[in-house]
């Protein structure tokens, strides 16, 4: 009884800090209520919740919309295989938007055939669609692509595309869902 108690008095506390404080100092406030996992777990579906916004998902959400693959490398910045995935040697007509929020990213008219197994844009859709992130793993310096709105690992931008841009995105099809144009 006394232990239920503590729950609810707890529960009580953190939704009072929740609608009375500003985010970052209930995330230093919390963790004296909340203890271990119960906090962590917490503190993580708040930040996540905070990434994604309007469309908040929760993983549990993003494990049944996505398939393993598209979880895998949205999610957990994996990588396809080269040459295996679905939009490789597509060029249809359309756009590419992300498989996780559907922003749109990318049109077909700036994706060529760079030869390297994945599919490769010289340009985003707008200038907001991408952001970019230093990646040092793998012992490579590399620079990260991900969806401005939902944070969904893309892949990579490299400076060895065609002219006028010499841009090179390099993306994979897990991260993408293809739009015909009507
Ligand atoms: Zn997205």
């Excluded at 949205?74 to 597509?90: C, I, L, R, S, V």
């Excluded at 599919?119 to 310096?141: I, N």
Aim: charged share 25%; glycine share 6%; hydrophobic share 30%.
């Amino acid at each position: 009884m006394n232990s239920l108690r503590c729950l609810t008095s707890t529960r009580y506390l953190v939704n009072k800090l929740l609608l009375s404080t500003p985010a970052q100092s209930s995330n230093l406030i919390l963790p004296t209520l909340l203890s271990g996992k119960s906090y962590q777990k917490f503190y993580f579906s708040r930040e996540f919740s905070k990434k994604v916004g309007k469309m908040a998902f929760s993983q549990d959400e993003l494990k049944k919309k996505l398939t393993k693959e598209q979880y895998r490398v949205t999610q957990e910045k994996g990588t396809e295989a080269p040459f295996t995935g679905e939009y490789d040697k597509h060029y249809k007509p359309g756009e590419y938007k992300c498989v996780v929020c559907e922003a749109p990213l990318f049109k077909s008219d700036d994706k060529f055939d760079a030869g390297c197994g994945w599919p490769a844009f010289s340009a985003t859709k707008d200038k907001t669609a991408v952001a970019e992130h230093d990646d040092s793993t793998l012992g490579m310096k590399r620079t990260e692509v991900t969806c401005s709105k939902c944070q969904a690992h893309l892949g990579h931008v490299f400076n060895d595309g065609p002219k006028p841009t010499g841009i090179r995105y390099c993306i994979n099809s897990a991260s993408l869902k293809f739009k015909n144009s009507k």
